[in-house]
């Protein structure tokens, strides 16, 4: 009789900017080391966007507890919304471009570090959240990060060198405009963050006080400012203070409803979402994901 699966692995062979060759041999490396750790591992590459969903659904219904994800924010999103609610456990190990999930959690960014942390770990629950009902892990977000999210996804290349290009010509085309949260006029707004985890990806730390097992959501608004002051944004974004900015504020929620008076441009761990119409409803689902830690 054939070994029973009781690891699946999930990888995207598109995400981030590793080698093909080097790829293969984390391939090789996850297969022998969760071998040698006592599994019957069984390793699929993604073949379409979506396919992660798949995959980590049916590891859950079949009984396996232990899903490892070598990606980025998208594809671990992808397989986490399929784990939600259920006895199996993601394990992140980073490949991606920006890596927020799992530098917020405190992974090792080293991949062959980050398998056997996956595969010795012990489940812990945190929390996702909802816009409309598309699930995420990390961050949800309008405004200039959704409009850069946008542009991003119609770049021939990935990885930050380009994000960074992308994120740089966006800024001086990028129109500011005004909400209402929970029926609150905010103003023009440069940027609208729902965050569970605390950074965007690349230690971009956009909610510095967000915990991901509070269960609540931390929405955070930073006010249009001048591009002089961008430079020092920068800086506290990527030196985890930008709480001690005059331009933002923080507020936890369990559950609001942004409108606009456009149709809103969003995204979801980075990933470009339309949404239909001008409202969104955005909330966190409690301790709704086992993560291996
Ligand atoms: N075989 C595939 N072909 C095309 N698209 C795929 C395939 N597998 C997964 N995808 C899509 O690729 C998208 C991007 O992948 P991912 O987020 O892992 O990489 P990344 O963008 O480089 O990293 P990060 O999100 O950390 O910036 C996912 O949202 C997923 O839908």
Known sequence: MMPKTDLLVIINPLSGTM????????????????????FQPELIMTTHAGHATELAAQAAQTGIRRVLVVGGDGTINEAARALRKTATALGIIPMGSGNGLA???????????ATQRALS???????????????????AGLGFEAYVAHEFANQPTRGLQTYVKTAYRAFWSYKP??????????GPLFSLTI?????????????????????????CQIRPFPARMAGLIGWRLFNK????????????????????????????????ILLAGNTCTVRVLPGSLSVLL
């Open 19 to 38: 080698p093909l060759a080097q790829k293969e041999s984390l391939r090789l490396f996850i297969a022998t080391e969760a071998q040698r750790q006592g």
């Open 103 to 113: 530098r917020h959690m405190g992974l090792p960014m080293n991949p062959q570090k």
């Open 121 to 139: 770990g012990k489940p812990v629950l945190i929390d996702s959240g909802e816009i409309n009902d598309l699930p995420f892990f990390c961050t």
């Open 177 to 186: 405009a005004s909400y209402l949260v929970d029926g609150q006029e905010t």
């Open 195 to 219: 965050a569970n985890a605390a950074q965007f990806g690349n230690n971009a730390w956009i909610a510095p006080l967000a915990n991901i097992a509070d269960g609540q959501l931390d929405l």
């Open 241 to 272: 203070s930008l709480n001690t900015s005059a331009y933002w504020q923080s507020q936890r929620l369990q559950q609001t409803t942004i409108e606009s008076d456009a149709p809103l441009l969003a995204h979801a761990d980075g990933e470009p």
